[in-house]
């Protein structure tokens, strides 16, 4: 859990994030979030190469975000509250198949998100 006064991050998800054994995998707690969306962006999918990140999630193929032709396209997830650890934490799981790069979502709420290489 986060200590009184420990720096929080806002983390969007769309994918795997939102699984309960994901996070208690990565994080060692169940996260809350609020619903939102994520626009200029579609579903892709990438297969997973790392066999940890394939055994938490039990999918080999995971999703992602790619730049959308459409600039009002959105994609509908989660915002959790994480500490920066936590977010270091889910970088790891992510693996190099993402980037973590900062979006406005919908709401107005500044996130993290993770996106296709080069689509940040």
Do not use: C, H, N
């Given at each position: 859990m986060s200590s009184a006064g420990a720096r929080t991050?806002?983390?969007?998800?769309?994918?795997?994030?939102?699984?309960?054994a994901v996070q208690l995998a990565n994080f060692g707690r169940k996260l809350t979030?609020?619903?939102?969306?994520?626009?200029?962006?579609?579903?892709?999918?990438?297969?997973?190469?790392d066999p940890d990140v394939v055994s938490t999630s039990s999918l080999a193929v995971h999703p992602i975000l790619v730049p959308s032709d459409d600039p009002a396209e959105e994609i509908e997830g989660v915002v959790f509250t994480v500490t920066s650890a936590e977010l270091?934490?889910?970088?790891r799981y992510e693996t190099d198949a993402y980037t973590r790069v900062s979006v406005c979502l919908r709401s107005g709420t500044e996130a993290w998100v993770y996106v296709s290489p080069g689509a940040g």
């Open positions: 991050e806002r983390l969007f998800s769309y994918g795997t994030l939102q699984q309960e979030g609020v619903p939102d969306a994520v626009k200029g962006y579609r579903l892709s999918s990438v297969a997973i190469a270091f934490a889910a970088d």
